[in-house]
């Protein structure tokens, strides 16, 4: 009985979260009103520059994936082979199934005999053999990423001089692809390799920052897109753009290191209870077995698990920024 009252009071409080998060985080009627003046500037007006701006507002909308979704991918199934493609690893999604499945039955198993509490086994399983495949995957993406941005720039400089020498661009991109190493590369290679099958270099480049959704290759594109309907010098565009993609990445790591005290500190206070939890549990068990035999302390437990991952969630977006 004390479980079902603790359980209605964890969901009220839940359910009174999301009533004031729905009332308080509405759309607001100034923005939506200068987005609407906006777009009638952009419809009515015989400027270039609102032109090239509107048609860059609508390739980044066009580019913006759905909230269950991966921009490039039509389902869940899809979104994750693209996760696991982004990594450049070459796993597959039969080898992340089993490798998710096969840890959190392990995981599950030895809870399960070391507490004998089948509830909390499951839940630590399940949460294990989803989180930590998840959190591999993303740093995977997370490290190429980086290696992609840091050559990007290169790879575009040397755009810029073949199209100075004369060269044209389909060429340019086969030689980026032979000199540029890493990601740069191995992506550039495929576009040329799709270019060569018979897909144009739109299609080409579109297919690539799909499968990428970096902001850096869509500022490319774009820039490509845009240069080929208003015409101009595409080598001191891209050049400007290079230059631009460099002062990005020095923006982000100005940032990385300002807010790495504060990102310290989360990872500190968020694994101390864990830390202690653990620490207690060897040294004196019988203190702690509750936990993992009492429903009502297995509730709290899970209840406090909860409002911790709320808290670090919470952390996570206060240190992060988006350039």
């Not at 540029?180 to 299609?203: L, Q, W």
């Not at 101009?232 to 020095?250: F, H, I, Y």
Request: hydrophobic share 50%; aromatic share 8%; proline share 3%.
């Amino acid at each position: 009985m004390d479980i079902i009252q603790l359980l209605l009071v964890a969901l009220g409080l839940l359910a009174f979260m999301v009533l004031g998060y729905s009332a308080f985080a509405g759309p607001s009627v100034a923005k939506e009103s200068a987005r609407r003046l906006q777009a009638v500037r952009f419809r009515h007006s015989e400027s270039t520059i609102d032109r090239v701006e509107a048609q860059l507002k609508k390739a980044v909308a066009a580019r913006k994936p759905k909230m269950h979704q991966i921009a490039g991918s039509q389902s869940r199934v899809a979104a994750l082979v693209l996760r696991l493609h982004r990594t450049g690893k070459g796993w597959t999604l039969p080898q992340y199934l089993y490798a998710s499945g096969g840890l959190a039955l392990t995981v599950a198993v030895l809870m399960f005999i070391k507490t004998s509490a089948p509830l909390l086994s499951l839940v630590l399983g399940l949460f294990v053999g989803a989180g930590i495949p998840h959190m591999v995957v993303s740093r995977a993406i997370t490290k190429r990423g980086v290696k992609f941005t840091t050559k990007f720039p290169d790879a575009i400089e040397l755009l810029v001089r073949g199209l100075r020498s004369g060269l044209p661009v389909t060429e340019t991109l086969g030689v980026i692809a032979t000199e540029v190493p890493g990601p740069v590369g191995e992506e550039f290679k495929a576009i040329t390799e799709r270019i060569k099958i018979g897909r144009t270099m739109e299609d080409a480049l579109q297919e690539t920052a799909d499968r990428l959704n970096m902001a850096e290759f869509s500022f490319f594109c774009i820039t490509l897109a845009i240069q080929r309907e208003t015409g101009g010098n595409l080598a001191e565009t891209l050049s400007n753009l290079a230059d631009v993609l460099r002062k990005r990445g020095q923006m982000k790591l100005k940032i990385k290191a300002m807010s790495s005290e504060s990102k310290a500190s989360a990872y500190i206070v968020g694994s101390l209870p864990f830390i202690v939890f653990t620490l207690i549990w060897f040294i004196n068990p019988d203190y702690i077995g509750g936990f993992f035999s009492d429903d009502r302390l297995i509730a709290v437990g899970l209840g406090g698990l909860t409002w911790m991952s709320i808290g670090g969630f919470i952390m996570a977006k206060m240190v992060s920024f988006e350039i």
